[in-house]
């Protein structure tokens, strides 16, 4: 039996603004926005060729504070253009760091939950 992680929870304080955050500055692609009541609002937001999604939004049971999730990860295959589209987009993104385990760039979404982009190295 295969065991895929697919959805996580970001807890944002202002849903509109972090989806136009995570749409237009960061390139996911927005595949739900459902009202499901006065109090409840799920939205799904994917990374491009991700098989894992985030969900943003209100009544969600989470009680995590916005801006307290960090270490969410993106991988891709080549650091310097995702960081040159991320800094393109409007995005606050940190230069690229090298170490023997990869190159990444960091950045942070409008309350503070920290993300972190891999380019992983070649593998013999």
């Given at each position: 039996?295969?065991?895929?992680?697919e959805?996580?929870v970001?807890?944002?304080?202002?849903?509109?603004?972090?989806?136009?955050?995570?749409?237009e500055?960061?390139?996911?692609?927005a595949?739900?926005?459902h009202?499901?009541?006065d109090?409840?609002?799920f939205?799904?937001?994917?990374?491009?060729g991700?098989?894992?999604?985030?969900?943003?939004?209100?009544?969600?049971?989470?009680?995590?504070?916005?801006?307290?999730l960090?270490?969410?990860q993106?991988?891709?295959?080549?650091?310097?253009?995702?960081?040159?589209e991320?800094?393109?987009?409007?995005v606050?993104?940190?230069?690229?760091?090298?170490?023997?385990?990869?190159?990444?760039?960091?950045?942070?979404?409008?309350?503070?939950?920290?993300?972190?982009?891999?380019?992983?190295?070649?593998?013999?």
């Amino acid at each position: 039996m295969d065991w895929r992680l697919e959805l996580v929870v970001v807890p944002v304080s202002d849903v509109d603004r972090a989806k136009a955050f995570y749409t237009e500055q960061v390139g996911f692609h927005a595949d739900h926005d459902h009202r499901v009541s006065d109090t409840i609002r799920f939205v799904q937001l994917t990374p491009r060729g991700s098989a894992c999604s985030i969900a943003i939004g209100t009544g969600l049971g989470n009680n995590m504070k916005p801006g307290s999730l960090q270490g969410l990860q993106l991988v891709v295959s080549d650091i310097h253009a995702a960081r040159a589209e991320l800094t393109e987009r409007g995005v606050r993104v940190s230069e690229v760091q090298e170490f023997p385990w990869g190159k990444f760039v960091f950045f942070s979404d409008p309350d503070g939950n920290g993300w972190s982009v891999q380019q992983i190295p070649v593998r013999n």
